[in-house]
């Protein structure tokens, strides 16, 4: 593929960015849920290569921002990392750091008391499965 033809399909698809400059689905002039530049979501969807390179993404996104919300991050257990990677890829920032309780907790090294404040929520009902999981790899580490 050459430069001049990426560049042309660019212009004539456009995109829809979200405030961020992230890519958001959007609704083509067909009436198709687009991402990027023109890919018919519908209809086309994405590859598992394609899939598997966004999760690769958004875990070291969450990783990013945990390692930002806890200077120690990489001294935690591997359980814990994984569980607060997890919670983090699941909620999202903004959610995450509404479990104000729960990273005192962790600050303060209170893993317990961590996993108490993340099974006191609406998360723990609405993801019980996967809460009770996040929850144990947080308490035993």
């Known amino acids: 593929m050459n430069s001049n033809l990426i560049e042309m399909i660019k212009r004539h698809e456009g995109s829809k960015k979200n405030k961020n400059g992230r890519h ?3 609704k083509c ?6 991402c990027g530049y023109g890919r018919n979501a519908e209809d ?7 899939v598997e390179l966004m999760l690769q993404n958004d875990i070291k996104h969450a990783t990013e921002m945990l390692k930002r919300l806890f200077n120690n991050f990489d001294d935690f257990s591997g359980n814990r990392q994984n569980a607060l990677i997890d919670m983090m890829f699941n909620l999202g920032a903004s959610r995450f750091l509404l479990f104000r309780k729960m990273i005192v907790a962790i600050k303060r090294d ?3 008391d961590a996993a108490n ?3 006191d929520s609406k998360w723990y009902s609405q993801v019980t499965n996967r809460a009770k999981e996040i929850i144990s790899l947080i308490r035993e580490g």
Do not use: Q, R
């Open 24 to 26: 958001i689905l959007y």
């Open 44 to 50: 086309v969807g994405f590859s598992e290569d394609e």
């Open 110 to 112: 209170s893993w317990v």
């Open 117 to 119: 404040e993340a099974k």
């Open 29 to 34: 002039p067909a009436d198709k849920w687009t």
